[in-house]
């Protein structure tokens, strides 16, 4: 049951999460989209109410219980940031605005970017293992091995992305000269110079 609810949950993000861009571009409707997009926490919450009850009712924690916490914690650190990129690259197709600026491809520029993208990482961890330790304390002397193997998952997860976002100052990777040459002559051109 827990796994169909978190597929429901991963479904239902994206279905709002279209419904609220169709309606705040396509449809006009600003304040229906915004609606839309803010019922996104709702669908967690929800995840978390039934995956509680179902600890509450007996059931043996599982891998489903720590597959949800994971679920969480990663809606709750990349759902905005998700949002607001998606939202942007709709204003830019369907209204006419700006073009979203891209991720940063060289130097110390790619390397903050990636460092702030491992703090999310690690925010999802967090909320993961805060969840998940909650829910080991809720189960008390119950055995609870794969809630303590998801913890130590989301842990291995932050990890390994910290050291690949590591790289990124360590070894940041340098623009091509001729790349240089065209964002020097773009500035230039823009500039009036």
Known sequence: MIVALIIACEVGFWVLLAAGLAARYLLRRRRTGVVLLLCEPVLELVLFAVTAVDLRNGAEPGWEHGLAALYIGFTVAYGHFTISRLDAHAAHRLAGGP?????????????????????????????????????????????????????????????IHGLIALTYPIWPKKA??????????????LTGR
């Open 99 to 159: 073009r979203p600026p891209k991720p940063p491809r060289y130097g110390t520029a790619r390397a903050r970017y990636e460092g702030r993208l491992w703090l999310r990482t690690v925010l999802a961890a967090a909320v993961a293992c805060a969840l998940l330790q909650g829910a080991v304390w809720y189960v008390g002397d119950g055995d609870t091995t794969s809630l303590r193997a998801f913890q130590w998952l989301a842990l291995r997860a932050a990890g």
């Open 176 to 189: 091509p000269a001729d790349a240089a040459g065209r964002a020097e002559e773009e500035g230039r051109t």
